[in-house]
């Protein structure tokens, strides 16, 4: 994201595309909660009505059935013997709405109040009304068709608990008795309502309940009596015009409801939708929970309500967010423009136009009054690069005074090297000459005189002795041979020793003669393989003193013994025809310390013995003859050095 104007528009609208939505989301989620909130409450609400309804209809019975036990006309019913009994209770239950009535006395009462408390309430002078169930043969017994009315199919239901029941044949009713204390008579008056298909007492209930639109209109509100988890009177519709009775409830809310007394407040699918549902356990005279009364309201216009108010909030924050992005891009003008005019003048800046500058950007606020730093700087800049410029040509002038001066300084120390050049080689031929002055010269002389005596001596009886005479002679040649070698090697000066073509085959052979000395005190053997080679374009005594030298320092890295390898072959560098010379020993190697400074001055591994410039002069003689000297370690031991010269007909840098 490199565009300050994304940036900033991101960082501006981040508020409203994050923490907008997230309270825009919380907002929703607590106003969802508080809107269940009131729709749980509202069905509460809606709960307690129809509970106070039932609750006034047991009430009502009981006053009602109360009234007939103490009222004149019953009285005279008794008094005729039970002639007008008849009439009078059909007339009763008509007009109070009773499915059932009739009197006890106080005999057969004494009996009956052993199976119902409401009865033997009565007794003891206390007009009750309690739900009850009647068994099938309880309702058999009284008058009517109550048992065919009670009888209800069972409908399979998915959710509910398990059962092998195929009817429910028992009915639930509101049971009333009175106390009758008349002169003469003592007994009970019994009288009851039953609930089951009662869809007058539950349309009436749904209508008191849900008098208002909002939650009952068009059949949206509902009302259920259960016996134990049965409806057995309800206005919940399983088709158009067919009443869910028969069908059961969930075994969730059946465990909640009437496995543990609690009232349900919570949405529960009814039949075939989901409601907005109360269910409140009933209990029997006995204190058994016996079934459960129910209202609730569809809870699909609600949810099609807050989805609606979903989409208009989500609508609004989308066209809020639509119409502050324009806003923004406007009201930022002020400082997208400069930053844009910034950025424009600092790339030609980089680009080497020293004169760039933003110039006034129209306003006046921080981004103004930055450009306009911005342009200081720059002044600045410009200003200090010709004050370097001119230092820079100062400066220039004063290199070349400097060089001038290195280049006086860099002759003297070549004149300076040249004579260690020669100091080097002079102590090396002193050794030398030293070494053949008392191991040559003087045995020498003694040798050649004595034979010279026995060749006098014998005379003609030398004949038996000329092979072995002629031996020394020839051995004598030879030493004289090597004392000539050295003497060229200590004053190169008198044999020819300019730049020119050199064989470095026979050199090399006259340098293991030189050094064939050091080799014979030990147990070293020397291996030579000289390929045909071009002569190479260097001074004879230089190229003597670098194969000396490296020879030298083999032997003295393998001691006593070993084997020490000189080979010379045809080499290209670079397209460069040359000669390769290589010297290889047997010795313990170099360290990876002592190779980073094997050819550096006054270098040595010998302490005391040497003045560590041999190897720093050899490379000198060969870079300044055009080639080139290295060392590195064999991989089977010992070290290897390898020199590369150019050859004879290739002209030196």
Avoid at 6 to 12: A, S, T, W, Y
Avoid at 390 to 397: C, P, V
Avoid at 422 to 442: C, F, P, R, Y
Wanted: net charge negative.
């Amino acid at each position: 994201m490199k565009s300050v104007r994304l940036r900033l528009l991101v960082l501006v609208l981040a508020p409203f595309a994050v923490l907008m939505p997230l309270m825009l989301m919380l907002g929703m989620t607590r106003w969802t909660a508080d809107y269940d909130e009131l729709l749980i409450a509202n069905v509460e609400s809606d709960l307690r009505i129809a509970e106070q309804y039932l609750s006034r209809l047991m009430t009502e019975t009981r006053d009602d059935l109360a009234g007939v036990a103490e009222s004149a006309e019953f009285a005279r019913v008794l008094a005729d013997e039970g002639a007008a009994a008849g009439p009078f209770f059909h007339q009763k239950r008509e007009a109070l709405g009773l499915d059932f009535l009739y009197y006890l006395p106080a005999t057969a009462a004494r009996d009956t109040a052993i199976r119902w408390p409401v009865v033997a309430q009565a007794l003891d002078g206390i007009a009750l009304a309690e739900i009850d169930i009647f068994d099938p043969e309880t309702l058999t017994g009284l008058p009517g068709t109550l048992a065919e009315r009670a009888r209800i199919e069972l409908i399979p239901t998915d959710a509910a608990v398990p059962t092998d029941r195929a009817v429910e044949d028992r009915g639930m009713v509101v049971h009333s008795a009175a106390p009758v204390r008349l002169d003469g008579f003592d007994g009970v008056l019994v009288g009851g309502i039953l609930l089951n298909r009662n869809l007058d007492f539950i349309d009436r209930v749904n209508a008191l309940v849900y008098l208002n639109a909002i939650t009952g209109g068009d059949r949206q509100g509902t009302a259920t009596l259960f016996l134990d988890d049965v409806r057995i009177s309800t206005n919940v519709r399983l088709f158009e015009d067919v009443r869910a009775l028969g069908t059961r409830v969930s075994a969730v809310v059946r465990n909640s409801v009437l496995g543990q007394g609690e009232t349900w407040l919570a949405r529960a699918f009814v039949v075939n939708d989901w409601y907005i549902s109360g269910y409140l356990p009933l209990t029997d005279s006995f204190g058994e929970r016996v079934g459960m009364l129910y209202v609730g309201f569809i809870e699909a216009p609600f949810t099609a309500e807050k989805r609606a108010a979903y989409l208009w909030m989500l609508g609004a924050f989308a066209l809020v967010v639509a119409a502050s992005v324009p806003v923004f891009l406007w009201q930022a003008r002020s400082i997208f423009a400069p930053l844009e005019r910034m950025t424009q003048t600092m790339r030609k800046v980089g680009e080497g136009d020293l004169s760039a500058r933003n110039g006034d950007v129209g306003w006046r606020d921080e981004i103004g009054q930055v450009s306009g730093h911005l342009d200081d700087l720059l002044d600045q800049v410009q200003d200090r690069d010709a004050r370097l410029r001119a230092w820079a040509e100062e400066l220039n002038q004063r290199v070349e005074e400097r060089t001038g001066e290195l280049r006086e300084a860099n002759a003297k120390l070549e004149e300076t090297f040249r004579q260690l050049v020669m100091s080097e080689k002079l102590a090396s031929i002193g050794e030398i000459t030293a070494g053949v002055a008392h191991e040559i010269n003087n045995p020498v002389a003694v040798i050649q005189g004595n034979v010279d005596v026995i060749r006098m001596t014998l005379g003609e009886a030398a004949a038996p002795l000329k092979t072995e005479l002629d031996l020394i002679d020839r051995q004598v040649g030879r030493i004289g041979e090597i004392v000539g070698k050295l003497l060229q090697f200590a004053r190169p000066d008198e044999y020819s020793d300019e730049i020119g073509q050199v064989d470095p085959v026979p050199l090399v052979r006259d340098c293991l003669v030189l050094v064939d000395h050091l080799l014979s005190r030990t147990e070293i053997i020397a291996l030579t393989q000289f390929g045909t080679v071009p002569p190479v374009r260097i001074a004879a005594g230089e190229l003597q003193q670098v194969v000396i030298n490296l020879v030298t320092n083999a032997v003295q890295a393998m001691g006593k013994e070993g084997q020490l390898a000189l080979t010379l072959r045809q080499e290209d560098r670079d397209g460069i025809p040359g000669v390769a010379l290589t010297v290889a020993d047997t010795g313990a190697g170099l360290p990876d310390a002592v190779l980073e400074h094997l050819f550096d001055p006054f270098f040595t591994t010998k302490r005391g013995e040497g003045t560590g410039l041999g190897l720093s002069i050899s490379q000198t003689l060969i870079q300044r003859a055009g080639g080139i000297i290295t060392a590195r370690n064999r991989p089977e031991g010992g070290a290897l050095f390898h020199v590369w010269l150019p050859a004879g007909g290739e002209e030196r840098d």
